[in-house]
């Protein structure tokens, strides 16, 4: 959990909230149309609870933040523009939100979703 100490007392934040604040940063990027389980078992697992931060794992590393993303990305689009702009975003968003630098953002394509052209 991410720990700072403050005249007042202490604030925790969970990785849970920083999971939150990454998956709605990532569904508002251009050219994702959702995320995806890392696995069949915790897709699954996510699936029964209804969990929110599916396709998003935190990990603290001290008082750097490690965030991957798992997304599908919308057909025709470029994939390398839509990582980058994701890990951007989700960068930005949860380094407002926090006051903490974020370490490392890894983005995994996981799928490609291919509309109808009509």
Request: charged residues 20%; glycine residues 8%; neutral net charge.
């Amino acid at each position: 959990m991410s720990k700072e100490e403050t005249t007042l007392g202490s604030i925790h934040v969970s990785p849970n909230a920083v999971a939150t604040i990454a998956y709605h940063a990532t569904l508002r990027s251009y050219g994702v149309v959702g995320l995806a389980s890392k696995n069949l078992a915790s897709g699954l697992a996510q699936t029964i609870t209804r969990d929110p931060n599916r396709g998003v794992s935190v990990n603290y590393n001290d008082d750097k933040i490690d965030i991957d993303i798992y997304v599908i990305v919308q057909h025709g689009t470029r994939i390398a523009s839509v990582a980058t702009s994701v890990a951007n975003t989700v960068r930005f968003n949860v380094e407002k939100a926090l006051g903490v630098r974020v370490n490392s953002i890894d983005v995994h394509v996981a799928g490609l979703r291919v509309g109808d052209e009509n």
